[in-house]
T-cell receptor
Framework: AQRVTQPEKLLSVFKGAPVELKCNYS??????LFWYVQYSRQRLQLLLR??SRESIKGFTADLNKGETSFHLKKPFAQEEDSAMYYC????????????FGGGTRVLVKP | KAGVTQTPRYLIKTRGQQVTLSCSPI?????VSWYQQTPGQGLQFLFEYFSETQRNKGNFPGRFSGRQFSNSRSEMNVSTLELGDSALYLCASSFSGGALDTQYFGPGTRLTVL
């Protein structure tokens, strides 16, 4: 069975401070890991995926297979980063089944 | 490109009724997935259709069903509605579901069961 855990429901940080959202997963094979973001009154959208090793909007995430983690980090949070963030896993089987974590709400205070 | 569209956006039904939700994917996309989002259970995968065939299925009862048409549009149906079916239903489309394939989500249909 595959499972994704986001231990923090809410993260509140000041503008300019670093922010780290934790994500741990359980999967017996080699998964694909993603971070999705939902800004207020907008659709759920892909932020980044581990396979691309990219930085989007200043965010990075490293897949740590030993710790089965995929934490999302940004060194200097901005007010526009306030949103709901979801970590998601896709298994090795064909197709698009995503298993989502419970989500972390990020609030960046001025 | 136009985004994923879902109709209707809001729906109110009573227990025991059945409901059909519609999803139009981005042009050229052949995979459509459905998710249920509730405050208690979060985002849960319902099923995925690819080229008119169900490719993956989540752990939902048989009251939840879906189909996909030759133009890739998809519908999901919930029969004998229960109060617990009240949720936001999201659909997502992608080209094929392979590596580096991005799923694009629609705005959702908010279903309320009274």
């Amino acid at each position: 069975a595959q499972r994704v855990t986001q231990p923090e429901k809410l993260l509140s940080v000041f503008k300019g401070a670093p922010v780290e959202l934790k994500c741990n997963y359980s999967y017996s094979g080699s998964p694909e890991l993603f971070w999705y973001v939902q800004y207020s009154r907008q659709r759920l959208q892909l932020l980044l995926r581990h396979i691309s090793r990219e930085s989007i909007k200043g965010f990075t995430a490293d897949l740590n297979k030993g710790e089965t983690s995929f934490h999302l980090k940004k060194p200097f949070a901005q007010e526009e980063d306030s949103a709901m963030y979801y970590c998601a896993l896709k298994g090795q089987a064909a197709g698009n089944k995503l298993t989502f974590g419970g989500g972390t709400r990020v609030l960046v205070k001025p | 490109k136009a985004g994923v569209t879902q109709t209707p956006r809001y729906l109110i039904k009573t227990r025991g009724q059945q409901v059909t939700l519609s999803c139009s994917p981005i042009s050229g996309h052949r995979s459509v997935s459905w998710y249920q989002q509730t405050p208690g259970q979060g985002l849960q995968f319902l099923f995925e259709y690819f080229s008119e065939t169900q490719r993956n299925k989540g752990n939902f009862p048989g009251r939840f069903s879906g189909r996909q048409f030759s133009n890739s549009r998809s519908e999901m149906n919930v029969s004998t509605l229960e109060l617990g079916d009240s949720a936001l239903y999201l659909c997502a489309s992608s080209f094929s579901g392979g590596a580096l394939d991005t799923q694009y989500f629609g705005p959702g249909t908010r279903l309320t069961v009274l």
